[in-house]
């Protein structure tokens, strides 16, 4: 912590230190439990002014400080994060100030989604200020039917009309992607609509947007057609073109790994390639007496074998920490040798994505799937004409299509427009509530 910029003239070490700890919630911090931090209208207050100072006890210093102490504790060539962590021995809870801090820094592709997930954690004393606390940081006019700040509506409503403006915004359903069963906090709330209120304990918070969204774009299950979604009169029901593809017959365990940022890289993956010898027996099991080699149902120049390994990886490789191309014949060999025990970075940062907080399935079919961990025998599996990958959805009553939204979902052979292409007349008229 020597290394301090020269902006931070008359500044001790020691005092910047302990500002940092402080922002880690760390035991060694001289202030405890600040609650300052967490508040969601902090992030407006950091990131809007050009110049800001950040009075902590009897310490001012300038906010570009602490940007500059994050990034040196990011960067692993800069030893900056090393000595910090030899001094103090935090592990993860580092993370506390650094991830935060880099957020700030972060220009969201999505200008609006991903800023409302990036900072979902955030505390708010009144659940509208999940959505208008951030307004300040969105492009002009982000949602059409919230204009500005109303206190008069009620949360439901919110969080119905953002959802609503955000799957036309980007004509599909990526604002709802990535849920991964996480239990809604919100009463009410139609099961399509994100709850922007955050689950109090970290065991219940499953959601990955992003790790779903970096996926997404590689799909194309609707073959690029868009039919704008629909409104019931009563502002609760979506009503969405699809077909159904098939129904969910057969179901693997689920690895609910909430903790794999604080897991050591040797402790992940042997986490994942357990769930994958679970799901592999699950498919051998399907198989029976017939050959690994058999034609799979949904591309029939593949074996099963081949289409189970696509699936494990979502058909993607990854370049760090995030996917870089679809797989090729020889990545699905990298698959292979990877579950026989050979390291494989990138495969295995694919592989631990899918197994993570993640269910296998089968379908009716013979179809092989990995979606959402609260799916069930014979919830469906529908290619809508709203967007790039399919989704799980469930009969909520014996009303014929009308649905209860479960979770979105990659299936092996249908991602790129095989079901519709194939059936283009059996377009059906369904309302999730």
């Not at 102490?69 to 990011?74: E, F, R, S, Y």
């Not at 002009?140 to 509506?153: G, N, W």
């Not at 699950?282 to 696509?310: H, K």
């Not at 058909?315 to 020889?330: I, K, M, W």
Request: charged share 20%; aromatic share 10%.
């Amino acid at each position: 912590m020597t290394d301090l910029p020269s902006s931070a003239k008359g500044l001790q070490a020691r005092d910047l230190g302990e500002v940092i700890l402080a922002l880690m919630g760390s035991q060694w911090a001289k202030w405890q439990g600040v609650k300052w931090w967490q508040r969601i209208w902090t992030i407006q207050e950091a990131k809007l002014p050009r110049e800001s100072q950040l009075m902590w006890g009897g310490h001012t210093l300038s906010f570009d400080i602490l940007k500059s102490v994050a990034i040196g504790l990011v960067r692993n060539e800069s030893g900056v994060g090393q000595r910090f962590e030899q001094c103090f021995a935090l592990g993860p809870l580092g993370n506390e100030f650094c991830v935060p801090i880099m957020n700030l820094q972060i220009n969201d592709p999505a200008p609006i989604l991903g800023p409302l997930y990036r900072w979902r954690s955030r505390d708010a004393t009144n659940p509208l200020d999940k959505i208008y606390a951030l307004m300040g940081l969105l492009p002009e006019r982000a949602f059409k039917s919230v204009p500005f700040c109303d206190y008069t509506i009620s949360e439901n409503e919110l969080y119905t009309r953002v959802t609503l403006d955000l799957i036309r915004h980007h004509q599909g359903l990526l604002p709802v992607c990535g849920r991964r069963g996480e239990p809604r906090m919100t009463p009410g709330l139609p099961s399509w609509v994100v709850d922007w209120t955050f689950a109090e304990d970290p065991a219940h918070r499953t959601t990955d947007y992003f790790g779903h969204c970096w996926r997404y774009n590689y799909f194309n299950c609707a073959a690029g057609k868009y039919v704008e979604p629909e409104i019931t009169p009563d502002g609760t029901g979506l009503v969405l073109q699809g077909t159904q593809m098939d129904k969910i017959a057969v179901l693997g365990c689920v690895n609910y790994l909430l903790n794999y940022r604080q897991l050591s890289t040797d402790e992940y993956n042997e986490h994942t390639l357990q769930t994958i010898s679970l799901w592999s027996s699950i498919f051998y099991d399907w198989l029976g007496d017939r050959s690994i080699d058999e034609p799979y149902i949904g591309n029939q120049a593949m074996t099963c074998l081949e289409a189970v390994c696509r699936v494990l990886i979502g058909d993607l490789v990854y370049n760090g920490s995030e996917p870089n191309h679809r797989a090729s014949q020889e990545d699905v060999s990298r698959v292979q040798n990877y579950i026989r025990g050979d390291w494989d970075p990138n495969i295995a940062a694919s592989a631990q994505d899918m197994a993570r907080s993640q269910a296998f399935f089968i379908t009716k079919s013979g179809y092989f799937g990995i979606g959402p961990p609260d799916a069930k025998i014979g919830d469906e599996v529908w290619v809508l004409l709203c967007g790039k990958v399919p989704h799980v959805i469930r009969r909520s009553s014996d009303q014929a299509f009308e649905f209860e939204y479960v979770g979105d979902a990659y299936v092996e052979g249908i991602m790129d427009g095989e079901v519709i292409k194939k059936s283009p007349a059996a377009i059906h008229e369904i309302l999730l509530r």
